[in-house]
């Protein structure tokens, strides 16, 4: 092992591996050999802080000892069972997510992602309402396969349109509002009868359900104004409209609750999840159902499937992984953590620094809203954001950039002196490009 370099593993990746999401001929990943809670590091003994937990999903921190040991225990006992079988480890998954979720949810459906949860929390709803249409937000992004990248907002849906029965809507941004709004308030009520107006567009008797996120996360962590959430439920509850959530990045700890749905008093009809339910160890997601689907479907047929819905390695990993977060705190730590001193150090580089016109998030949920002018609000070009991510990893934190922003989105577990270490990183980079604008 010891003759294995950093080289070595790149030449292998760029002669044999097709990425996601990219032109294959310009890439470069930057090469990973292992990680310890906010830790990565490379075959050269290079070390990350990682602030990015991959795809924002290591909420519980890379190689969690008991989740890897209860993946070896379930490995030993049984590697792979059919859907159709009942197994232990599924049913206490279930359970203990079960136990989570708002009152009046009864069951889980397994997948093997965030994007085919999507997909088949769809299916369901139209399947219940006997309608076709789905709306959802433009400023989202909920999974890459059929329909749940058409119901995407961002702009990797335009290549892909090939689902049918998707509208969007804008979703409420004040700092780039749609709706010429000066305030929260006059977002939140702007957006609402903007919705309105698209439900009596789109055909109220059409639309089976709004799927939104609850925070969206890649669009730029959009905490949703006060009575938004709510203002949806109304409005979907007047026309025979299910609402779906999908919490798959904003769940399982990341905004400093168990759910981000517990910052809003909306509870929806379907609840979508994958990622922080066992911080992405083996893959998995799913659909938590509310006991009036669940009716639905006690005598109806449900018309889907998959090989590995509830596989024992991921459902292992997600009973050890809620058990660990439960024992030691891992939300209260985000809540702690992210809302404390990660929060308040944001503020504070959002003052300092010119090229920063925003902060925003909730627990370990932040993002940093580059602009090359506060007064114009010009998102920060490209190259510039290239070479602040650059110098970023230079200085060994690892960050999650989407177009103008950092996202600051770091494990869960995440420890003061962690936070520290990370903003010192951010304040310094931050301040060269600041002084670069200048
Ligand atoms: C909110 C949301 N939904 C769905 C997905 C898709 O999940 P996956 O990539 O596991 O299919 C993502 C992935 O980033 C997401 O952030």
Known sequence: MTDISNDIVQQLDRQHVFHSWSTQGSLSPMVIAGGKGCRLWDYAGKEYLDFSSQLV??????????????????????????????????????????????????????????????????????????????????????????????????????????????????????????FWAGNEEEECQRALQHLKRVIECEGPSAIAAILLESIPGTAGVLIPPKGYMEGVRKLADQHGILVIFDEVMAGFGRSGKWFALEHFA?????????????????????????????????????????????????????????????????VENADRVGNGPLAAGLQQLAQQHAVVGETRGLGVFHALELVSDRATRAPLPAAEMGKIKSALIAKGLLPFVVENRIHVVPPCIVSEAEVAEGLAILDTVLGEASARLA
């Open 57 to 178: 999903n290591t909420n519980i921190g890379h190689q969690h000892s008991k989740v890897i040991a209860a993946i070896q225990a379930q490995a030993e006992q049984l590697t792979t069972v059919a859907p159709a079988h009942a197994n232990l480890a599924r049913g206490e998954a279930a359970k203990r997510i079960l136990a989570r979720a708002p009152a009046g949810f009864g069951k889980v459906f397994f997948t093997n992602a965030g994007a085919d949860a999507n997909e088949n929390a769809m299916r369901m709803a139209r399947a219940v309402t006997g309608r076709d249409k789905i709306l959802s937000a433009y400023r989202s992004y909920h999974g890459n396969t059929g329909a749940a990248i058409v119901a995407t907002g961002d702009p990797r849906r335009v290549p892909n349109e090939f689902a049918r029965g998707h509208a969007h809507f804008f979703n409420p941004f004040l700092y780039r509002s749609d």
């Open 266 to 330: 909306a509870k929806p009809d379907l609840i979508v999840f994958a990622k922080g339910v066992n911080s992405g160890y083996v893959p998995a997601g799913g659909v938590i159902i509310s006991d009036e689907i669940c009716r639905h479907f006690d005598d109806h047929m449900f018309f889907g499937g998959l090989t590995y819905s509830g596989h024992p390695l991921a459902m292992a990993s997600i009973v050890a992984t809620l058990d660990a977060m439960s024992e030691e705190g891992v």
